[in-house]
């Protein structure tokens, strides 16, 4: 697998294109968009006319057709301005994809170029109120009725829902568990919509329930054939999987990058707090975790450009790695602040609420273990 350990021209020229607008158009605002729950959406269009509305979309309808490794170079470098920015980004940009690798050829044409400049953006549904890390449990049905679909049930914490124009909706289509999944295809002036949901983190995108009552829908809108929506929402998470895990290593970074200019100018005992050695140490242990979770989320990537057997369960292992490696790091950054680490001001307390759904979204941390023993045990046999 290449590019593991060394980037190649290519490689950086996207990472430094990514860095700058985090810099320039992301990280100035973070802290006001947070206090606000204010959701950017005229940044996230500046981000799709660089490329970034249809990474790993072809580009035939628009798309950058990048690799998966690029995608997390990219969510890496978007984190470092704002994590919950990077991350609704990259839950567009896994819609985007699964209709351009599931759609037919009209489904394709007829929202994969809005998408992919994010003249229309996206939402994933497949979470409701009883059953998330249980997708076999899901219980929104689609009723078929001639030529239309209709649709009847409630999916919960969506990100972008009521903004989002497009929802990817998971909906039960007969009683075969997760065998009788169907994917949809639903715009929003079809759906209405609950509050926006009070949250930890997260503030600068909206999170709300999604509501189908008597949701009528053309058979044209259905994202394959009867049936197939399990498999489609989970090649869907395997990258998101990656992309949100990017988020978090890019979060992560810049809390580290805090705690070091913090420790550098921070004097106590009359000594700057980079002089002690107990604290470089820390300092030097929350590097180590950063590269290790950088080095897996690449081996991982790069297993999933390549469609290897064991991809899914080193998605799901790269997930579960490095959002726990990183959330730690970034509450360490903030214990080294002291105090001053609480307050808002200061930045690192807003990426630990943002890194800490990362561990539970995009699939439980839990559920990666499940994923990775299920691999173990199905490859003896």
């Given amino acids: 697998m290449p590019h593991l350990f060394a980037l190649n021209d290519d490689h950086r020229a996207i990472t430094d294109m990514a860095q700058t607008f985090a810099r320039e158009k992301i990280a100035p605002h973070a802290l006001d968009w947070d206090e606000r729950k204010h959701f950017p959406v005229d940044v996230l269009r500046e981000a799709a006319a660089l490329g970034m509305g249809g990474i790993y979309t072809r580009e035939d309808i628009g798309g950058s057709g990048l690799s998966r490794l690029d995608a997390t170079l990219i969510f890496e470098a978007l984190a470092r301005g704002c994590p919950t920015v990077a991350a609704y980004l990259s839950i567009h940009n896994m819609c985007a994809w699964m209709i351009d690798r599931f759609g037919d050829a009209a489904q394709r044409e007829k929202w994969g170029p809005a998408l992919c400049s994010m003249d229309r953006l996206a939402s994933y549904c497949l979470t409701e109120p009883a059953a998330g890390s249980d997708a076999a449990a899901i219980k929104m049905k689609a009723r078929r009725d001639g030529d239309f679909y209709v649709l009847d049930g409630v999916k ?51 999170t709300r329930q999604v509501i189908c009552e008597d949701c009528r829908i053309p058979v044209a809108n259905r994202l394959g054939e009867e049936g197939q929506g399990f498999r489609i929402a989970m090649a869907g998470l395997d990258g998101g999987r990656l992309n949100i895990a990017a988020c978090s290593l890019g979060g992560a970074a810049a809390a580290l990058d805090k705690a070091v200019a913090y420790m550098g100018e921070r004097q106590a005992f009359g000594k700057k707090l980079d002089t002690f050695q107990a604290l470089q140490f820390r300092l030097a242990d929350m590097a180590i975790d950063l590269e290790a979770s950088r080095t897996f989320l690449w081996r991982a990537a790069s297993a999933l450009d390549a469609k290897t057997p064991d991809a899914t ?54 559920i990666m273990r499940l994923i990775v023993a299920r691999h173990l045990i199905e490859s003896r046999s």
């Fill in 313 to 366: 369960a080193l998605c799901a292992m790269a997930k579960k790695f490095v959002t726990d490696a990183c959330f730690s790091v970034a509450n360490d950054a903030l214990q080294l602040h002291g105090g001053y680490g609480y307050l808002a001001d200061y930045g690192i307390e807003k990426i630990v609420r943002d890194l800490r759904v990362h561990q539970i979204l995009e699939g439980s941390n839990e």
């Fill in 156 to 206: 919960q914490f969506i990100s972008g829902a009521g903004v989002s124009d497009l929802y990817v909706i998971m909906a039960r289509t007969s009683d075969e568990g997760a065998r009788g999944l169907t994917a949809f295809v639903v715009e929003k002036d079809r759906l209405s919509f609950g509050a926006n949901e009070k949250k930890m983190g997260w503030n600068a995108q909206p």
